[in-house]
């Protein structure tokens, strides 16, 4: 599982003209799982999202968590942080877990990040629409994580 997160000011995601999610101050994570994850592979990254420290404390160090700053956070599928592109210019996601998997691992990272950062701060994309998101990457910082050794 891979989580591609970008501390922001702001973001939301909207799908079909209406926002489906949106935060204020906090995380936009494009979460990615291939065929092998599972719940404790997502456990563990929700963990580790919510307690990565890249917000500034008192004297301008990344030192914060999302959990100790009272942020948020926004959670977007994204099956293309699979993507391989060693062969051609087309890329292949043959690594990435089929839909119902995917969904499933999804939901169940979104329900431990909840548990992590708590229920009112994790808002959402809808899983397999088409989304337009709006951010305000504030830095910009942006970090991956992966709950295993790919």
């Known amino acids: 599982m891979r989580a591609l997160i970008q501390r922001v ?22 979460l990615g799982v291939s065929q092998r994850d599972t719940d404790a592979d997502a456990a563990y990254l929700a963990q580790r999202c919510g307690n990565l420290r890249i917000f500034e404390d008192g004297e301008g160090k990344m030192n914060l968590s999302v959990k100790e700053t009272g942020g948020s956070a926004l959670v977007v599928s994204q099956f293309t942080l699979y993507a391989d592109t060693k062969k051609g210019n087309r890329p292949s996601f043959v690594d990435a877990a089929p839909p119902s998997v995917a969904e499933e691992r999804y939901l169940s990272f979104v329900k431990s990040l909840r548990l992590e950062i708590g ?17 305000i990457n504030d830095g910009p910082v942006t970090v991956m994580l992966e709950s295993k050794p790919q």
């Open 9 to 30: 000011s702001e973001a939301r995601v909207d799908v079909e003209g209406k926002t489906s999610g949106a935060i204020a101050e906090g995380l936009l994570i494009l």
């Open 119 to 135: 229920e009112t701060k994790v808002a959402t994309g809808v899983f397999r629409a088409m989304m337009k998101i709006h951010l």
